[in-house]
């Protein structure tokens, strides 16, 4: 996650020098999502300036990864979340934005593998796997496993994991972990 939030944190500076509002924006929504897994109090403050710069511009599409980062900030920690999570979902449905319901699974796997949610789990994975039908975002099937210390019985890896699939399941599990001690 420090690696992908240096890569998004450069990006949107790039893009400030350009003077590109929007995609400065887009990409600080992406920031905010990526420290929502390690670091809840960064990703309050990326949040924030998300939100300061999608006020100058109008993507549907941002502001509701936006609220899904704010789910993975809030995961393991608030008791109303899976209902703050359904009422997204439909609203994601409504709009048409198929790969933000994917994401939005993710984030509530990650929400019961903190808690230690076993069915939970198993039901997001479900869900993922009817999401990513289409192969887009399919190794968010993967991810998930990682994140509850599963094997990927049953499953065909699909995903060629920059550090090698052992070193990409830890990092995930480290990530529950760390928020586990945490709550």
């Not at 420090?2 to 790039?14: G, I, K, V």
Request: glycine share 4%.
């Amino acid at each position: 996650m420090e690696r992908a939030a240096d890569a998004y944190l450069a990006a949107r500076r790039e893009a400030e020098e350009h003077g590109a509002i929007g995609e400065a924006a887009m990409v600080q929504v992406h920031l905010a999502f990526a420290c929502a897994f390690a670091d809840r109090s960064r990703a309050e403050a990326e949040l924030e300036l998300a939100q300061r710069l999608l006020s100058r511009i109008s993507t549907h599409s941002s502001e509701t990864t936006a609220r899904i980062a704010d789910v993975v900030r809030d995961a393991g920690w608030e008791a109303d979340l899976s209902e703050r999570a359904a009422v997204l979902f439909a609203e994601i449905e409504h709009s048409g934005l198929a790969y933000a319901a994917t994401k939005l699974q993710l984030a509530l796997c990650f929400h019961h593998a903190v808690l230690d949610d076993r069915d939970g789990v198993a039901a997001g994975i479900v869900r993922l796997r009817e999401l990513t039908q289409n192969d887009n975002y399919a190794y968010y099937v993967e991810i998930a496993h990682f994140m509850a210390d599963l094997p990927l019985s049953g499953h065909t890896a699909r995903a060629r994991w920059t550090d090698g699939e052992q070193r990409t399941r830890q990092r995930w599990r480290g990530l529950v972990l760390l928020r586990r001690r945490r709550t």
